[in-house]
């Protein structure tokens, strides 16, 4: 068993981390403030190619594995997780999805303007009415013979405002049940697509978050991905490996965190000597560092599954839970540990406690992965360790 990155991963982490710390650092307190959304930094992830980096070379992409996607978000995520959220969305849920199962034309069509960041993608499957009941679906895609015709409403859509792409999930046959829903790209120029007010958020505050309405929308047939009712196996399957960038910038928030907490920790004194060397405190970032290291080898070996091409389904799952209830901990452990200071914006833990929340809510909230998760208990996946390339027990 090894436990070392390679000198390409590293080389990863090292440029997302050096451009999370120049570029993205200085401002995000204030994006953070005002919800301003980071058109500049977008841009840049775009030109670093940051925003295509599992897509294959042939359609502009970085041709990266997960792992290194991995380390990419977890760096970004230690400053500006609104900027990894955007980031998250267009690489697993989009680019990916898009990837594995779209036709040679709507890769060709759509894969570079997404690997570059001239087009942003969104993944719009949540519903007023079907957030975790993710297969009841409002949104209707009529079979009109040459094309579809969309309405419905979508919600808490990350990238809603920016986007130019939408992969919308949307039922066609309500008599086939989950069976009966498509997922259809969908180009926002499109009439009849129109975007609502962007979400005044606990955290994440300069992402855009939106609600979408779709109003008699026709979408080409050309624009169905994969055959006629695979959308909600679409989606699932998509959002298997999308919990895996989820729980990585989980695993970035809890890092961060950390550094920021250690640092102030050494250089902070009370009572005649640094805080770090009180019980009271050392403890906590022993915790904390503890932890993160488990959550760590959670998110990687579950990029690891998937890079094998080995079941990733419940360890995405359990990496997700696991990895966004130690950032929440540890981020209100942080905040703790810088006492009034950390309770300002100016130190930067207030954020990323406020931030940790949402990895516990979106891409499947934490009580969905347990469904996942004990799913998968159920039919006697218990992932044991891996022999030769198989799983053991699967
Ligand atoms: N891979 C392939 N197929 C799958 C699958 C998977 N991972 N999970 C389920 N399916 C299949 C099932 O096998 C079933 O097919 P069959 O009928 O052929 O057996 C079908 O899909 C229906 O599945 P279930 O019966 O399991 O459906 P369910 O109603 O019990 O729901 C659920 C299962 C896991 C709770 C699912 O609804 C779910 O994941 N809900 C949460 C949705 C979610 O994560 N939303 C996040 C929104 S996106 C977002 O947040 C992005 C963002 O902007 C940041």
């Given at each position: 068993m090894f436990f070392n990155l390679s000198e390409e991963h590293l080389a990863v982490k090292e440029a997302a981390r050096e451009f999370a710390q120049k570029?993205?650092?200085?401002g995000v307190i204030e994006r953070d403030s005002k919800m301003e959304y980071p058109y500049e930094q977008v841009k840049k992830m775009g030109e670093l190619g940051f925003?295509?980096?599992?897509?294959?070379p042939e359609y502009g992409?970085?041709?990266?594995?997960t792992l290194a996607y991995v380390l990419a978000m977890e760096e970004i995520s230690k400053v500006d997780n609104s900027c990894s959220v955007i980031m998250s969305v267009n690489n697993s849920l989009v680019c990916w999805g898009l990837e594995e199962y779209g036709t040679a034309e709507q890769k060709a069509k759509y894969l570079p303007k997404l690997a570059t960041g001239e087009w942003i993608g969104a993944f719009c499957l949540s519903e007023p009415e079907a957030?975790?009941?993710?297969?009841?679906?409002?949104t209707t895609a009529v079979d009109m013979g040459d094309h579809y015709l969309l309405n419905g409403t979508k919600n808490w859509i990350t990238n809603g405002g920016s986007s130019k792409l939408h992969l919308v999930m949307a039922q066609t046959n309500p008599e086939l049940g989950s069976k009966g829903i498509n997922c259809l790209i969908v180009e926002t120029s499109s009439p009849g697509v129109s975007i609502g007010a962007k979400e005044d958020k606990l955290g994440i505050r300069s992402s855009d978050t939106h609600t979408i309405m779709y109003s008699d929308v026709k979408v080409p047939k050309?624009?169905?991905?994969?055959?006629?009712?695979?959308g909600f196996k679409f989606a699932m399957k998509t959002l298997a490996g999308g919990r895996i960038g989820i729980a990585s910038q989980a695993l970035g928030i809890a890092g961060g965190a950390y550094e920021l907490a250690a640092d102030y920790a050494k250089q902070r004194e009370t009572f005649g000597k640094p805080i770090i060397n009180h019980q009271a405190i050392a403890f906590k970032l022993a915790d904390m560092a503890t932890d993160i290291e488990a959550a760590k080898m959670m998110v990687y070996r579950a990029a690891w599954l998937k890079d094998q091409g080995l079941d990733y389904n419940g360890a995405s799952a359990m990496a997700k839970l696991y990895a966004s209830d130690v950032a929440m901990r540890h981020t209100v452990e942080a905040v703790q540990i810088h006492g009034?200071?950390?309770?300002?914006?100016?130190?930067?833990v207030e954020r990323l406690m406020r931030d940790a929340k949402i990895t516990q809510i979106y891409e499947g909230t934490s009580e969905v992965q347990k469904i996942v998760i004990s799913r998968e208990v159920m039919n006697g996946n218990l992932y044991l360790p891996v022999v030769g390339g198989v799983e053991v027990g699967a």
């Open positions: 570029e993205l650092k200085p925003l295509g980096m599992m897509i294959s992409g970085g041709g990266m594995d957030g975790s009941d993710a297969t009841h679906q409002r050309e624009n169905r991905i994969g055959p006629d009712g695979f009034g200071y950390g309770f300002v914006k100016e130190y930067h």
